[in-house]
């Protein structure tokens, strides 16, 4: 079956720091790969995507690579800010053998400290 | 239009009660889906429309009675709840069901709380 690894948190960063959330799966197609993102008392937001390997999602900052011969798409910011803090969700969409379903990680809490 | 909207945004019920919780969305999307989200846990599926019709129900209680009435409106209807079911909802939407990339999006959710 499918599944989502992601680093465990909570992890907490001063403002400016240098930002890594690990992201693995595991998969029996050719799954797309999402990062979301969840502020405090609000739902999921689609952070950025990628769909075949090699591609590159980013958005606001933050960016990952779909790498398929490590089965991962780590999440990564070169300089956080205190409005990042949220919990990030690493996911996969595999139609051929989940159809529309999403395999979410665990989540990882962020905290940035001024 | 890039929004999936949810009311009521809080809802609080007793046991015996009946109620609904109403999504809506304007961007044309096929697919649509109910999550069910406990605290510091990532959204687990529920229910799957695609054009209208019930594609994938995972083995929900039925105290809990999707509908959707329209392409853009998507309802779920609440009776006999228990105090575990306490938990933020969330309803996505996506263009299709299962296409590639085919990412969702999702509203700013219900918090509900059974009392």
């Known amino acids: 079956g499918n599944s989502v690894t992601q680093m465990e948190g909570p992890v907490t960063l001063s403002e400016e720091a240098f930002l890594t959330i690990n992201c693995t799966y595991t998969?029996?197609?050719?799954?797309?790969l999402f990062w979301y993102v969840q502020y405090p008392g609000e739902g999921l937001q689609l952070l950025l995507k990628?769909?075949?390997?090699?591609d590159k999602g980013s958005n606001k900052g933050f960016e990952a690579t779909y790498r398929k011969e490590t089965t991962s798409f780590h999440l990564e910011k070169g300089s956080v800010q205190v409005s990042d803090s949220a919990v990030y969700f690493c996911a996969l969409s595999d139609r051929e053998t989940s159809g529309s379903r999403l395999t979410f990680g665990e989540g990882t809490q962020l905290t940035v400290n001024p | 239009d890039t929004e999936v909207t949810q009311t009521p945004k809080h809802l609080v019920m007793g046991m015996t009660n009946k109620k609904s919780l109403k999504c809506e969305q304007h961007?044309?999307?096929?697919?649509m889906y109910w999550y069910k989200q406990k605290a510091k846990k990532p959204p687990e599926l529920m229910f799957v429309?695609?054009?209208?019709?019930?594609?994938i129900n995972e083995s929900v209680p039925s105290r809990f009675s999707p509908e959707c009435p329209n392409s853009s409106l998507l309802n779920l209807h609440l009776h006999a709840l228990q105090p575990e079911d306490s938990a933020l909802y969330l309803c996505?939407?996506?263009?299709?069901?299962?296409?590639?990339?085919?990412?969702?999006?999702f509203g700013p959710g219900t918090r509900l709380t059974v009392l």
């Open positions: 996505a939407s996506s263009r299709g069901a299962g296409g590639l990339g085919n990412e969702q999006f």
């Open positions: 429309y695609s054009y209208e019709k019930l594609s």
């Open positions: 961007m044309g999307h096929r697919a």
């Open positions: 990628a769909t075949k390997a090699d």
């Open positions: 998969a029996t197609g050719y799954p797309s």
